[in-house]
């Protein structure tokens, strides 16, 4: 009723323009009227109606064109004030009129239907351009489905919700489904309604075939030829659903498909990466430590055995080497297992620090003696700045960072070669570099090195490749850094970053 009175409204302005322009198109004439010929007058009148009919409607312009050609004939062609016309040239130009002004009408409708036609297209484009610039900066169907019924709103100025299945990957089912959106009332037949969605793949519910007396309107989104969600708009304030707007909703099923499947991918990739990532990180520790955990085992049940022998025990010195052999394998042992149950207590977050003040030069100093005594002796230069400042931090920790450091150095590098380790501070922190003088850091990325299970060359060195890993962690738990290069004609250096003091409200004692 409101759209009749509307058009009803329009088409009376349309007449009350059309009368407006004739009369001053005729009032124009009658000044002119004894200046120029008759003829000529009939071609202000045209020109008037092609001028207006850029603004004027099609009907008004048919009715402006009979209109001005009864006018011209009434008051301007002989004899006057009469319909009669006497010259024949005189019908010829007034049927030219006529066929003039019905050209130009139909000429501007056409060119008026192709321009609505072109508004629609650019429009629907902006609303599809939109669409895809929503879904593609959506991270997830938590941040997806606003926006689309955000947009879908600004389209169609009506509530929206989305119905997606639980259980990715499997059939679509009305009891396996979650609903996000607006609040839209769940009718009794709505499970109906979807199950014949589901069943035919085809939009049901308002101005469709199926349960067109639902006030909503139920649209399939379809990928990889399954359902995977259905798209529900409440239509209760729609009288119809033009072309258009199923062109547009259309495209907007598609582009939502594409979205929630893209995501689907990307769970199904990660998980699949996740499971390879966990099955060979399974494999390389089973390989590692039985590896690690044989190796000494069999030494000490080898070494073990040597000393039930009496002959051995009336010699001291072989029994004191038998006794560094079985210490040396309880030792590695020991850092296996102890490595394994840092890693476990820093992954699951159950590392709490112990912190205190601390002689960073003394816990550089105890981790490297430590190591000196099972990798044996090597040439280490140590230079420390002067009034270096305590450090405030968990020293058993900070110890074992430095002891996993230089016992790779060692490892790492030729016995013959030197060991540099230089001390200095800055603002905010205490900065240890240990440079060696081995082959360096063979990865393209050295970063690598600091990755759980990461060895050089395990085949020469053992090792489970965790403690470096180790390194990093505690650092990162005392908010420190540690960073790796390859320095020119020496080998790897390791730079350390220790706070100079933690924020101890943070951090109490």
Not at 317 to 331: L, N, P, Q, R
């Amino acid at each position: 009723m409101l759209l009749r009175n509307q058009n009803l409204k329009q088409a009376l302005v349309s007449f009350v323009v059309t009368g407006g322009l004739l009369m001053l198109l005729t009032g124009i004439n009658f000044l002119l009227d004894k200046i120029i010929d008759y003829r000529a007058l009939g071609m202000i009148y045209l020109m008037g109606i092609s001028t207006a009919s850029l603004y004027l409607k099609n009907y008004s312009i048919g009715l402006a064109t009979v209109l001005g050609a009864i006018s011209w004939n009434l008051l301007f062609i002989p004899p006057r004030f009469t319909f009669a016309i006497t010259e024949s040239q005189d019908w010829s130009i007034l049927f030219l009129f006529i066929v003039a002004g019905t050209v130009i009408g139909t000429f501007m409708k056409r060119l008026r239907f192709n321009e609505e036609v072109l508004k629609t297209e650019r429009n629907r484009a902006t609303q599809l351009y939109t669409i895809t610039k929503v879904i593609s900066s959506a991270e997830d169907v938590n941040a997806l489905v606003p926006l689309i019924r955000a947009e879908i709103y600004k389209i169609f100025g009506c509530p929206s919700c989305l119905i997606l299945h639980e259980i990715p990957g499997q059939d679509f089912h009305p009891s396996k489904m979650t609903r996000i959106g607006d609040f839209i009332p769940q009718s009794s037949d709505e499970n109906i309604i979807i199950q014949n969605v589901v069943r035919k793949q085809k939009a049901a519910g308002k101005f469709t075939v199926d349960f067109s007396q639902s006030r909503f309107l139920f649209y399939p989104l379809i990928g990889e030829r399954k359902i995977i969600g259905i798209l529900i708009l409440d239509l209760v304030s729609f009288d119809s659903f033009s072309n258009d707007n199923w062109l547009i909703l259309e495209a907007i099923g598609r582009q939502l498909s594409t979205g929630l499947l893209r995501e689907r991918f990307e769970i199904d990739l990660r998980g699949k990466m996740v499971n390879e990532e966990s099955e060979r990180i399974y494999k390389t520790l089973l390989n590692s430590v039985s590896h690690e955990l044989r190796t000494p085992l069999s030494a000490i049940k080898g070494f073990s055995a040597a000393l039930l022998d009496r002959e051995l025990s009336f010699d001291p010195e072989k029994v004191k080497t038998i006794a560094e052999e079985i210490s040396h394998g309880v030792e590695r042992l020991d850092y296996v297992v102890q490595n394994l149950l840092d890693m476990n207590r820093l992954e699951s977050g159950n590392l709490k620090l112990k912190l205190d003040f601390a002689d960073i030069v003394e816990t550089v100093n105890t981790a490297l003696r430590k190591v000196k005594r099972f990798h044996g002796d090597k040439n280490v230069t140590l230079s420390a700045q002067k009034d270096l400042p305590l450090i405030y931090v968990d020293y058993f920790l900070v110890e074992q960072v430095f002891e996993n450091i230089l016992r790779n150095a060692f490892i790492y590098t030729p016995q013959d070669t030197p060991l540099e380790i230089a001390i200095e501070k800055d603002e905010s922190f205490i900065n240890v570099d240990i440079t060696d003088f081995g082959l360096g850091i063979r990865s393209s990325n050295p970063d690598d090195v600091f990755r759980k299970f990461h060895r050089e060359t395990p085949k020469e060195t053992g090792g489970l490749g965790l403690g470096l890993s180790i390194c990093k962690s505690i650092l990162e738990l005392h908010k420190g850094y540690i960073s790796v290069e390859n320095v020119p004609s020496k080998g790897a250096r390791f730079k350390i970053k220790i706070p100079r003091e933690l924020d101890r409200e943070i951090f109490p004692l």
